[in-house]
Every structure is written in C-alpha cells, then in structure tokens.
C-alpha cells in the first residue's frame, strides 16, 4: 500500500473508530445500562456521570496498559531468564552487569551525559531567554535558537559529525585549530573521555533553545513591581537578575531541568550516528543495543535499570508540573 494511502486510512478508521466508540458507549449507557426515565430517573443519571468519564479514558488506559504495562512486566519477567530464554537464573543478568567493565564505563557515561548537558542547556537557554528579551530584533534570535528543535537528532549528529570531521575543508573544528593555533588535524569524536562532551554539545545544541522559550514565557510572567522595586533600591543588572528573577522562575527552571535529564538518560541516536559507541563512548542504550540480538535476558536487564534510573526524576518532574499548575 502507498504510504501515503496508508496513512491516510489510518487517520480515516482512526478517529472514525473513536467517534463510533463514544457515541455507542455514550447511547449504552444512557439508554441501557441506565435510563434517564422511571422512578430511579435521578439515581441512573448520578451513576451514569460517575461512569462516563472512565468512558472517555478507557482508551488511553487500555493502550497505556498494552504498550506500556504490559511490555514492562513482561521485560522484567525476561530478565530473570538466560539467553535462550529456556533457564531460569533469578538476579543473574543483573549481577553479570554489575561485574562488566563496558556497563560501568556506559553508565559512568550516562552519568556525565545526566549532569552535563542538563546544565549547559538551561544555562544557555535562561541566557539567551535574558538577553534576546532585550533586543529589538529578539523575536528572529529566538527563531534562529530554536531551530535546532525541528532537526532530528541523527540530522543533527550527521551535521555536527561534519563539525568535527578530521579534514580542515570540511571539519569548522579543526580548521580553526589549524589557522589559529597551527594543530592539527584531530578527531576530536576519538580523544577518550572529552569525546563524551563533543557528543553532549550536540544534545546542548537542540535543547537550548527548548530551555529558552519555556523560561522565557517565564520571565514574562514576573511581576514588573518587584523587578522595579529592586532598581529603586540601588540594584544592578546582575543583582536584579540572579537574586530577584531567578528565584521566581525556579519551579520552572527545576521542571526544565528534569525534562532534559530524561532525555539525557535516554539518548541513543547521537551516540549511535556519530562514534556507534565506540571510543568510550559508550552509553547504557547503546550498551543494551549490542545485545538486542544475541542476549535478550541480558540486554532486558538494561532496559530495566535504565527505566529504574529513569523514573524517579520523570516522577519529580510531574510533581514539580503540578505546583506549577496550582
């Protein structure tokens, strides 16, 4: 089938499939399970209402459930098994990770990745949000710095792949250690450990802008009275601006934070389209990548502990979302 063609039929059943759901649930309840008529008129329509909204989340519960429950239980359940999946070996693949060299190198990694490029990134964006707010043309600043969000992440891996490429007529990098500092040529994506950070800029590079068009909504939404009130009493730019903005905007800042830090703790393409974690640079995806097809109790395993990694901060993140909402 055309993939057009197909996608199409897709959106058409789709929300074809969803009305009908609605309007027949809808008409079972009202009319079947509890008519609005009789003597107990009052008590079927109080049930009914009590009903109907689980109505309208069955949907995203049922396919929470067999996308995302189910596959969970069942990667766990994997884990406890070998490789042919025939023998039953408890914490065994959990223990063999423990005692690996190559998975305490990805997460170390991972680490780095968690702690590094979350910073950077809010850092940049909380500067940029600052400084283009003040400019008469910030409006294009901010389009030029969120651009990098509409590039895929192997898109952006293959373009900065080109940054760093070891010849000087296509690499910007080394053609600027050649012409201002005479070195020359290095493949910066092959230098152990600091090729880590070259791979990190990539993810800074798209997250910034992300950073600052949420803080800049932010710092919009301080109340001008208090910025004044801190000019009147003899503050300066940078005294208003990290004592009396920043504090403000910290719930949001804390949310972009953790937003970032899951997507850190996620990332694979970068890695995957630059260096294939080569190099050290190895991270806990691309760890569980190389044995998807020949160990899947041990490459379970890592799915788990990145999940388990994982889960706490997508957990703040939520509760943080949620002060902010009230």
Same mark, same amino acid.
């Given at each position: ?11 058409? +059943? ?28 009052? *008590? ?36 406890? !098994? ?5 023998? !039953? ?7 063999? +990770? ?94 152990? !450990?600091?090729?880590? !950070? ?25 109340? *001008? *009275? ?55 640079? *190895? ?44």
């Amino acid at each position: 089938m055309n993939p057009v063609f197909q996608g199409l039929t897709t959106i058409v +059943l789709g929300v074809s499939g969803c009305i009908a759901y609605f309007y027949t649930s809808n008409l079972v309840l009202d009319r079947v399970l509890y008519p609005a008529r009789g003597p107990r008129i009052t *008590e079927n329509i109080a049930r009914a209402n009590q009903i109907r909204p689980w109505l309208f989340i069955f949907p995203a519960l049922f396919v929470l459930f067999v996308y995302l429950a189910y596959p969970v239980v069942g990667s766990a359940f994997r884990s406890l !098994f070998n490789r042919s999946g025939a023998d !039953f070996i408890g914490l065994g693949n959990y223990v063999a +990770l423990l005692q690996s060299p190559d998975f305490r190198r990805a997460f170390l990694n991972n680490a780095l990745w968690a702690l590094f490029v979350p910073a950077a990134s809010v850092a940049f964006g909380l500067l940029a949000a600052q400084l283009t707010d003040k400019l008469a043309w910030g409006n294009a600043a901010k389009s030029l710095i969120f651009m990098p969000m509409a590039i895929s992440f192997v898109g952006a891996s293959l373009i900065w792949k080109f940054v760093y490429a070891v010849d000087s007529d296509i690499g910007l990098v080394n053609a600027i250690l050649l012409g201002l500092f005479g070195v020359g040529p290095v493949d910066v994506l092959q230098i152990p !450990f600091w090729n880590n !950070f070259f791979l990190m800029f990539i993810l800074i590079w798209i997250q910034t802008g992300f950073a600052m068009v949420i803080l800049s909504a932010a710092l919009r939404g301080i109340p *001008e *009275e208090t910025v004044e009130a801190a000019i009147i009493d003899g503050a300066n730019p940078f005294q208003t601006f990290f004592r009396i903005k920043v504090p403000q905007i910290f719930p949001t800042i804390v949310v972009v934070w953790t937003t970032i830090t899951v997507g850190s703790l996620k990332i694979f393409d970068i890695v995957y389209a630059t260096t294939g974690g080569n190099f050290g640079t *190895e991270i806990l995806p691309s760890y569980m990548m190389s044995f998807m097809f020949r160990d899947d109790g041990r490459a379970t395993a890592v799915a788990l502990v990145i999940m388990i990694i994982v889960l706490p901060v997508m957990i703040s993140n939520i509760r943080q979302a949620q002060k902010e909402i009230r």
